[in-house]
């Protein structure tokens, strides 16, 4: 999947708490809106879709709540673009092998960046990290 760019568009992040007992997060990731959007190449434009997003991460029991807006910016063939907008138009609907694409380009990204800000609000890593057994 051509994917030419992902941005964020707003980032909030509050820490309720202090961190004791068993923390759970519960990580999720939605696609609010599809538009179409121009791209420069060159001395031409090109048509391209803006998936909108909003990844949240929710520390239970009410430690803290991660919030990232942004979009996705997706380049294809001319009828494939118009296949995508069309079918979210219609219904709300992606064609699965690309919203499989978008949804796991936005969770690599939007984890990457919530481990970095869990870090610095000195809450536990959204995600499990691996972690060493000795024998």
């Not at 430690?63 to 979210?88: A, C, Q, R, Y």
Request: hydrophobic share 40%.
């Amino acid at each position: 999947m051509p994917v030419v760019g992902l941005a964020f568009e707003k980032i909030v992040i509050e820490k309720h708490g202090p961190v004791k007992g068993k923390v759970q997060v519960n990580n999720n990731v939605a696609i609010k809106d599809v538009v179409k959007t121009e791209l420069a190449v060159g001395p031409t434009k090109q048509t391209a879709i803006k998936f909108q997003f909003e990844f949240t991460a929710k520390y239970e029991p009410k430690l803290g709540d991660m919030v990232m807006n942004g979009f996705l910016t997706f380049f294809d063939k001319p009828e494939k673009v118009t296949e995508i907008l069309d079918s979210w138009k219609k219904d709300k609907k992606i064609p699965k092998d690309i919203m499989s694409s978008v949804l796991n380009t936005v969770l690599s990204r939007c984890n990457v960046e919530a481990l970095i800000f869990a870090r610095e609000v000195n809450l536990p890593p959204p995600i499990p990290l691996p972690k060493v057994q000795i024998k």
